[in-house]
């Protein structure tokens, strides 16, 4: 974000608003890296396959595409789940909080925040790679215009 192609791609005010924004989250960013789980690394709506349940409702039945996969820390997961976060209701934020305690998964008070954080260091590892790819570039300026907006 200090220079390089994403900086270019940002431009500077968007590049520096984003990286204050990662700068005084870099305690909670940094502990990401002392956990150790599978992780899917590409989590969203089209990678996860549901089916009925007994009772009515749906439950996930599997995940899909895993070429992306990593040890490391399921915000990370977490934070590609939230990447279009203006999709998701405070209600559905609530039940996935809930059911992912009740399941036994593990989330810090500033969950949200910090995956979405997280999830923000994999937009402009994007936009600073060598190959011009125009709308995929504009579409990760606009999800970190979001991001700094709304002071993730």
Same mark, same amino acid.
């Given at each position: 974000?200090?220079?390089?192609?994403?900086?270019? !791609? &940002?431009?500077?005010?968007?590049?520096?608003?984003?990286? %204050?924004?990662? $700068?005084?989250?870099?305690? #909670?960013?940094?502990?990401?890296?002392?956990?150790?789980? &599978?992780?899917?690394?590409?989590? =969203?709506?089209?990678?996860? &396959?549901?089916?009925?349940? $007994?009772?009515?409702?749906? %439950?996930?039945?599997?995940?899909?595409?895993?070429?992306?996969?990593?040890?490391?820390?399921?915000?990370?997961?977490?934070?590609?789940?939230?990447?279009?976060?203006? !999709?998701?209701?405070?209600?559905?934020?609530?039940?996935? $909080?809930? =059911?992912? !305690?009740?399941?036994?998964?593990?989330?810090?008070?500033?969950?949200? %925040?910090?995956? %979405?954080?997280?999830?923000?260091?994999?937009?402009?590892?994007?936009?600073?790679?060598?190959?011009?790819?125009?709308?995929?570039?504009?579409? #990760?300026?606009?999800? &970190?215009?979001?991001?700094?907006?709304?002071?993730?």
């Amino acid at each position: 974000l200090l220079r390089g192609l994403a900086r270019e !791609r &940002l431009g500077a005010e968007l590049a520096d608003a984003m990286w %204050r924004r990662l $700068e005084a989250s870099a305690v #909670c960013l940094s502990a990401l890296d002392r956990a150790a789980c &599978l992780v899917h690394g590409d989590l =969203g709506g089209r990678n996860i &396959l549901v089916a009925p349940a $007994e009772d009515g409702a749906w %439950r996930v039945s599997g995940l899909i595409d895993w070429e992306a996969a990593f040890s490391g820390s399921a915000l990370w997961d977490v934070g590609s789940l939230f990447r279009y976060s203006q !999709r998701y209701s405070e209600t559905f934020r609530q039940r996935f $909080e809930r =059911g992912y !305690r009740d399941a036994g998964g593990g989330l810090p008070e500033d969950w949200f %925040r910090t995956a %979405r954080l997280a999830d923000s260091t994999r937009l402009v590892e994007i936009l600073d790679g060598e190959q011009e790819l125009p709308t995929v570039f504009a579409e #990760c300026r606009e999800l &970190l215009e979001a991001v700094v907006a709304e002071g993730v």
